[in-house]
């Protein structure tokens, strides 16, 4: 098997639309990085993270020391939550004003980076706030130079163009992507992600197989996004229940986090539709929901909606998890069943009903889907028509798990 043949510890620099370096140790790259914003005349930078991994994955340690000895100055924001906010987004554009920051550091998961890229619009951009980002009321062309240091294996954000940002009192959990956003350089180092509760672990590699399969799957698709997609899918089912089993695995580690990078690199191509669609307001209705949980409670729903138009893809990109299939029609509901069986396997096993959303639900559920900015735009991307009782219906067929074969038969009884 070739994966055999890769030193993991050896960091190389993977180059996209920017430069990720790559490996156990990675972070020791980041004395470069910050000497090159030196070498930018960058003096004063905003530091934007969550409430500990930053410190408690050791990162911390690397980037104050490197910029203790180029001389940067930071401000430091540390309470950007899971599914942040609109106004998380402001007051770390509050603190990058207090220093005259002139770059923007992101360590942590999607939200973070996400909140950083948003801060590194704002700050480029001092007459709009993240509401005015995220209502695209304006279209930035501009950022402060970004870098993004991740803690997790899901979210992809340090190798794209996108972010994701919630607005409460609207319950809208819209997306933007402007090229101005892509990180600098960005570190994916697998020793920073042992750390990861097991939950954790599922749920973002979960939300990297949802970036693949709808990269692969949109009205935008190209080829690369299926090869990426396919080798996302092979990843993520071997390594991801080794990581399960032994979080301190670096090689499981190693792999889930390049399944993630290329996911990411996936919908940077050919973007998103349905899951990501429909799962934004899961997550701003409840926040405390985990992303990644929530796509993996709609994916089968969204397997069964689309595989009759783009069969022969899914069969493809899932045959290394999910053998056996050809992409006919006739297959539809048993695929679905085998995504969702996939999914407990790995560890994602809850449905919406699980977490407290109820059949009555769904209308609200799916007029925030027509009412969030961007969201309709994504449902625009799937292969099937997404109007309104399409989504109804994929909202309704997740609320429960669905029947085996038998089962079906002893209903009809």
């Known amino acids: 098997m070739w994966k055999n043949s890769i030193d993991i510890n050896t960091v190389r620099e993977i180059r996209l639309r920017n430069t990720v370096f790559f490996g156990v140790g990675a972070i020791a790259k980041i004395d470069f990085i910050i000497e090159e914003l030196k070498n930018r ?34 401000e430091l924001y540390n309470k950007v939550t899971p599914n942040p906010t609109a106004d998380h987004v402001d007051e770390a554009v509050a603190l990058g004003h207090k220093n005259c920051a002139t770059a923007v550091i992101a360590i942590g998961g999607g939200s973070p980076i996400d909140v950083g890229k948003s801060a590194a619009i704002l700050l480029k951009n001092p007459n709009n706030n993240a509401r005015d980002l995220y209502n695209f009321k304006f279209t930035p062309t501009e950022a402060l130079p970004i870098i993004a240091i991740n803690l997790t294996h899901g979210t992809g954000s340090e190798a794209n163009r996108f972010a994701v ?73 071997t390594y991801l229940p080794l990581a399960m089993d032994d979080p301190e695995d670096l090689t499981a580690r190693y792999f889930l986090m390049y399944a993630a990078m290329l996911a990411g690199v996936a919908f940077d191509n050919s973007l998103l539709h349905y899951t990501h669609a429909l799962e934004h307001p899961l997550s701003a209705v409840k926040p405390e929901l985990s992303h990644g949980l929530g796509l993996a409670m709609l994916l089968p729903a969204v397997i069964e909606n689309i595989y009759p138009s783009c069969g022969n893809v899914l069969a493809h990109i899932f045959a290394p998890a999910i053998p056996g299939f050809t992409g006919d029609e006739k297959e539809t509901t048993k ?68 029947p085996d074969d038998d089962e079906d038969k002893e209903s009809s009884k």
């Not at 500990?52 to 940067?72: F, L």
Request: hydrophobic letters at 40%.
């Open 41 to 74: 005349g960058v003096e004063n930078v905003l530091v934007v993270c969550g409430k500990g991994s930053y410190k408690s994955t050791g990162a911390w340690d690397h980037v104050t020391a490197a910029m203790a000895k180029h001389g940067i100055n930071y």
């Open 165 to 237: 940002v919630t607005i409460p009192e609207k319950k809208h959990k819209p997306a933007i992507a402007y090229d101005c956003i892509y990180p600098l350089y960005s570190i994916d180092d697998p020793g920073l992600t042992i750390g990861l509760p097991l939950e954790q672990t599922c749920y973002v590699s979960i939300d990297a197989v949802n970036h693949a399969i709808e990269a692969a799957t949109s009205k935008a698709v190209n080829v690369y996004a299926i090869t990426l997609a396919t080798q996302t899918i092979d990843l993520v089912d």
């Open 335 to 402: 695929f679905a069943r085998s995504v969702e069986k996939w999914l407990a396997r790995m560890g994602a096993d809850r449905k919406l009903g699980d977490d407290g959303f109820y059949e009555t639900d769904v209308n609200m559920l799916t007029d925030l889907v027509f009412n969030t900015p961007s969201l309709s735009s994504l449902v625009g991307l799937a292969p099937t028509i997404g109007d309104y009782a399409s989504i109804a219906n994929i909202y309704s067929r997740s609320m429960n798990r669905m």
